[in-house]
Structures are given as C-alpha cells and as structure tokens.
C-alpha cells in the first residue's frame, strides 16, 4: 500500500486502489492535506478535486459549477465521452435539466423501482440455475454479476437484449481510461447510432411505455427537442446496466470476506437494505466522478478556482469521510447516517438510486439464498481489480459452494 | 545479464548449470535474447520442491532481464472435480498446493534481491486484471468452440492431467470439466510478450507440453504465437535435482 508521503500534487488519475476495492489511499491523503487537490487526467487536462462531504455536497448543489461541459475543451478524462453528447440530462443546467429530470422521474421512484423486484428475481433465479448445474467453482461475475443487469435494464428500457449486448464494447471503451481519445469519440458515436435504432423502433411501434417511450411521447407533444431526446436516452442506455456490475461483484465479495453479517442478512432478509446501503457507502462503483466547470471565480480552502477550471469530486470522498462516518474503513451493516451519499446531491442526484438499491437487494438475497455457504476460490488478495476503466471491479471472481 | 550466444545445433543448449531445450530455431533466437522469462510450476506432481523453485527463480533471475514466475489458478479444481473430488475438497486442495509454490516464488525472488516479489508472482485470477491476457483468453475459448486443432489439444492435455489423478481412460464429460484448466494457460504461450509488456518472452517448463505442442509450433489456422514468443524446456543441474530428491 502506498505511504503518505509517496503522494504530491499534482496527483495522477486514475489512482491505485486500496486492498480488497477499497478507495484509493490518495483519497484519504488529499482530504487531510490537499482538500482543493489538483489532478492530471489521462486527457493531459488537470482538474482540481474535492474530497471533503461537505465540499462535494457544494461542488454538486451550487450552480456556479456547470454540467455543461458540450464545447470543444472541455475538461475531459480520456476523450469526448458522454459528457459531450449535447441534449443529455448529464449535460444540462437548470430549468432544461428539470424540464427533462420531471419526464424520467415517474420511472424511477422508488414504488417503480419496487415494482421491477419480481422481474429481478426472475432474471437471477434463471442465471442460478445455470450456475448451480454448470461448473463448480466457477466466476461470479462471468455467471451472475455482469449478465444480470444487463438482462435486467434491457427490460427496464424495453429493448432487445441481442442488440445491446452488441454495444457493450463501446460502453467499455467510452468509459476506458487506457485508450485514445479518438476511440471514446467513436465509442461514444456508436452509442449514439444505437440509440437512434432504438428510438425509431420505439417511434415506429409507438410505444411510449417505460422511460424511454416517456422520453419519445414527450418529444413527439413537443416537450423535449430531439437532440435532448437523443443525448437522454443514449445516456440512459450507458447507465442504467454496467454501472450495477462492479457493486453486484465488489459487494458480493466484501461480504464473503464478513461472514458473520452475511450469514446475519441470510438468516434475516429483512436485513439487506441495510447490507446494500453499507455496500453503496463502502464501495462506489468508480472512483473519480466526472468533472463539473466554474463559471466563475471560485475559492475553496484558499485555492483559487478560476472560471473554466474542471473540478471533480469522488463519491468515496464523501462516503468515507471521517468528519461524517465513524471509522469509515469499517464495513458494518448496521452504520446509521447518511446512506445515500454515494449517489450524489443536488439536482443530478443519481436518477436511478432507488432501482439500484431494488436491484442490488433482490440480487445479493436471491444469490446467497441459493448459495449460502458461498466462499471465494481464490485467496481475495488475488482478485484481479480492474483500474483502467472507470468503472472499478473485480475482473473475476471465483468461486464455489 | 545477457546469455551466451548459442548456436542452435541440437536442441540442448546449457545456460549457467541448466540444460534448455528449444523446439525450434526461431524460440533459441528469443531465448538467446534474454529478455523476458515466464517460469511456469505446476502443482500436484511433487516436481516443484521449495529448493527446485529457488534455484529455477536464481537462473532466471541472473539470466534474464526480468523474470515472472506462474502458478495455475482455481481451473486446477476442475481437474480435481473432474477425477470425482467435492468441489468443495477440490478448492482446498487446489488452494493449498498454490499457496505452496507461491510462497516458495516469494522467498525465492526476494532472496534475489527483489523488493517487490509478490509483484512477479502470477495465476490466470490475478492475470484477468490484464487486458492483454483477458482478451485472450477470450479468444481461445471462442476458437475451442470452432477450431479441431485447438479443441484436440486442450482435450488432451485435460485428459493428461486427469490421467495423474484417477485411473483408466478419462471420460468426455470428466474432460469437459476438466478443460478449463489448459484454456486459463493457453494465451501464456500465445502472447506472453502482451502480458508482460515486453518485445520478446520465453516460457519455461520442466517438460514438453505434450499436447500443447501443434499449437506452439503454429499449427492452428486460428491462434499462434506471437513473433516474440519462445518457449523451453529447461532441466536444472544433476547437483539441483539431487538435493530435489534428498
Ligand atoms: C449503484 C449504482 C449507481 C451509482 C453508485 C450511481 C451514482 C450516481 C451518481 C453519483 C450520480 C451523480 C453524478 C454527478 O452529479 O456528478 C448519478 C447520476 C445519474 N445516475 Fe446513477 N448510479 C448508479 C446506478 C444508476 C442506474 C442503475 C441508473 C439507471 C437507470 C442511473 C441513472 C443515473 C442518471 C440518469 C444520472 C444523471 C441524473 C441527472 O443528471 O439528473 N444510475 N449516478
């Protein structure tokens, strides 16, 4: 593990993962002695970082730090990735962003989210009995946590899951932080012309149902422009399936690695919220969020952050600061406080927090009902983290029952 | 350090005490290179004694520019599983006999001076951080599917392996169970270079590969070894192999 004074500013991103997926130590380090840290990212482009809560909470509620990063220069991780399709809701400040936030939201509160717990269960009881009847051990995250969600948003969105799967490679490669930046460009054109398929079957069958008909029906009575319609609902198509990978992996073994609150959730389901909320604040699913813009002269901790500057802010940061979560290197599922910090604040609050929480409970209870005595085929200090995507996981997880 | 030039005459040539045989020009040309050697070990047979592992780690330590050394991974329960082990048993087991030799690579890069020898230390678990080795072992998964020269040789050399722990002819459901095992060490002998970032790589090993051969020599339509791809036999000293026994 790196030693504090292995760091000086300015950091470069991405930064090597603590033991077992925990957050960076250059987290911690920047917290206590570089609050405002200036970091280089993969673009060349230097951003400042905030890893303070309450820091994060004012970069993500106060407008003068901008969305809107849809212009050439904008500060970028690799290239021109999802936060350069103009239209999205990511990308959107103010009255547009909750013009298009109001069309979603029925969709993803959480009595909707609560009504997709059955088609959940079905989905994983199905790659259960695949798992349980095909090889032992075998890789969890090959069997059970990265066709999951993808089986499960296809549904959400109401699309085929053969011409998603398709897609997936550009997904990775928009989120890459070990490529060009002209391959995310073309990643993230490919993400576009399948969202375009998409939205002219949707259009064709007229089917406005689920969160993308909402979007297509909003378009056609004129509520929405079509480059919004466009750059929402490619953004939907790149969130609402990967992003839920590395916490089903990641989760699935920090509790193996606590057997004692595993066999406790196992024993009393009731407890997985719970265990599922202490995932969520234990492990983000990256590790640095993607930059917002000054748009005017700001100063932080006597760091002064001119107009123009990107700042970036890790969810960890706030999850595991001391100042708000006693002990935060500790997972323990019965923590009280505030459990929802890793899916942001402000207006982008994470639009789909509570399906998550929905899909990750239903998922760890149907796995661990299933496979209780579940155990890692690997000493866990093998797991091979994944570090040169955004998205942090483990590449594999082995394991047998 | 640089190896001495050798003339590639018969298949033996001497490096320091250990006798190492090449299987063709073009690996004797890589081997001479010394710029990369992967040392694989294998678990079960009892070959790779702490001592064997040490001096195999020192050779290549003070041979080669860099050395890696690679124990199999959780596939070796397959091959358990497959003989009629619990899978259960078939974990431990596994488990246990990897924990061995990796214990016996840590000491044994650390006695060479190396300040970061679990760095060095490899399995097909920790490898799949590497896009290099992932993407190939996509590949030969796919192409097993397709390609008879890569399925009959990775079906054989699970029913090899399978032979070492239960009697009589393996049957084709035990080898399928079993195959996962050759699959996770394939794209070792494909592109190791990929895998350790470096131009030219040999992979070393106290036998031929037996079934794996067609494919070192590039005899599938589908996947072959990359150009700086090497591959060798190597046979420590009599003096090593004594102590070994004793
Ligand atoms: C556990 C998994 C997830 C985590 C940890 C997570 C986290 C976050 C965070 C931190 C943000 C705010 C980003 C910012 O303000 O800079 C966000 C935004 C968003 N998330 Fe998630 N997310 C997860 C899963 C999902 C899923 C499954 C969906 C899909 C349906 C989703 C949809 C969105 C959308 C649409 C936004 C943008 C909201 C807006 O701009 O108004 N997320 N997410």
Known sequence: MSRVDDFSPPLRYPFALGPHGTPPPVIAWARKHHPVCPVLLPSGQQVWMVTRKDDITRLLTQ?????????????????????????????????????????????????????????????AEGLLDAMETGLNPADLVEAYAAPLPLRVSCEVLGIPLEQRAAYLDAFRTQTSLVVSAADVAAATAATLDLTEQIIKAKRA????????????????????????????????????????VPPLATGAVTLMRHPDQLNACVAEEELWPQAVDEVLRYHHNGVLGLPRVATEDVTLHGVRIAAGDGVCAPMLGATWDPRHYRHPEKFDIHRSGDMSATFGAGPHFCLGGAFARVFLTTAYAALFRRFPDLFLAVPEDDLPWQVDIQLIRPARVPVCW | MPVAICVFMSANTHIGDFTVRTLSRRHQRILNRAEHVLIGLSPFNGYYKPRLVRDLVAWGHHH?????????????????????????????????????LRNAAVDALRSCGDTEPHTRVHTSTTLASRGAYTRLHERVRTEYARDPVVRAACRETAREALRTHCDGQPSEQQVDLAVSYPLAELPLILDSPAIFATESSVVVYHRELGPLTPLILGRSPTVWPVAGQGFAVVTPPPTALERREG
């Open chain 1, 205 to 244: 069958d007229g089917d406005h149902n689920g969160p993308l008909g909402a979007l297509v029906g909003a378009e056609a009575e004129g509520v929405l422009s079509d480059e919004e319609l466009h750059g929402t609902a490619s953004y939907l198509l790149v969130t609402g399936s990967e992003p839920l």
């Open chain 1, 63 to 123: 407008p003068v730090f901008s969305r809107d990063l849809v212009y050439p220069g904008a500060p970028r991780f690799v290239g021109e990735d999802f936060t350069a399709v103009p239209g999205g809701i990511f990308n959107l400040d103010g009255a547009d962003h909750a013009r298009i936030r109001h069309i979603l939201a029925p969709h993803f509160t959480p009595s909707a989210a609560a009504r997709h717990t059955e088609m959940i269960a079905r989905h």
């Open chain 2, 64 to 100: 080669f520019d860099r050395t890696d050394v690679f124990i199999p991974g959780w596939e070796t329960a397959h091959t358990l599983t497959g003989a009629g082990m619990s899978p259960r048993d078939a974990v431990h087991r596994s488990r246990r006999a990897a924990k061995r």
